[in-house]
């Protein structure tokens, strides 16, 4: 019976405090936003409370057009520094520049958002946003990796490495600076702009002791 009255006790306790708070970041392209936004409304509807965040520039003016939107989702904004007529979606430069000026007002963000009484519980984000993971540390946030494309993408990812280390990648190991000019010259400013954020995405997956994999 006094088993009975403890397991009571925890019930009533849970029910009186609030809820798991979770900050979800995607990466600035579409194909990044959506998952992770069916992601975040999943875990809303299971009573988890979330937070959405974008870049001030790519809220809509409505972000819920559902007519039935869950009280549990909400939409935050942080500057990226970039004028409005910076696509943050449809060119690949805009979307790289985005997410790396965002880190500061992510920063201030998420340091005003953690506090003692109403704390964030865990942060899941896109694992293109490199400098997350070094803010999350910096306030004993946990912070989970979500890889937005199918798990063969992010299996390919994490074996660049060992396939450039056997021969089948024709890039030489180590960082970008050490790439043949030749190479580099090869790409237009938009690739060579991929390129970089790769090779520096690929050396961030493989730090990653867990990443989210998309498997249906």
């Known amino acids: 019976r006094e088993r009975e009255r403890e397991r009571e006790r925890s019930l009533l306790a849970m029910a009186s405090s609030p809820p798991p708070h979770v900050v979800v970041l995607p990466f600035a392209q579409q194909g990044h936003i959506n998952p992770l936004l069916q ?3 999943k875990l ?14 790519t809220i809509p003016e409505n972000p819920n057009p559902n007519p039935n939107p869950s009280p549990n989702l909400t939409y935050a904004g942080v500057p990226d520094l970039l004028p409005p007529e910076r696509s943050r979606g449809s060119v690949f430069r805009d979307s790289v520049d985005s997410m ?55 299996s390919v990812f994490y074996y660049v490495p060992s396939l450039i280390d056997m021969g ?15 190479l580099l010259h090869s790409f237009s400013n938009s690739c060579s702009n991929l390129f970089f954020f790769l090779d520096d995405a690929v ?7 867990s990443i989210l994999l998309i498997t249906m």
């Open 39 to 41: 992601l975040a409304k």
């Open 100 to 154: 790396t000026n965002m880190e500061s007002g992510f920063r201030d963000f998420i340091h005003g958002l953690h506090h003692p009484d109403h704390p964030v519980t865990a942060i899941i984000t896109d694992v293109f946003m490199l400098w997350c993971h070094g803010i999350a540390s910096e306030l004993s946030i946990p912070c989970l990796a979500f890889f937005t494309s199918n798990a063969t993408a992010g």
């Open 168 to 182: 089948v990648l024709p890039f030489p190991r180590g960082r970008k600076t050490h790439l043949h000019p030749h």
């Open 44 to 57: 809303a509807a299971h009573g988890l409370k979330i937070t959405f965040v974008l870049s001030e520039n």
């Open 203 to 209: 050396e961030h997956i493989t730090s990653l002791r």
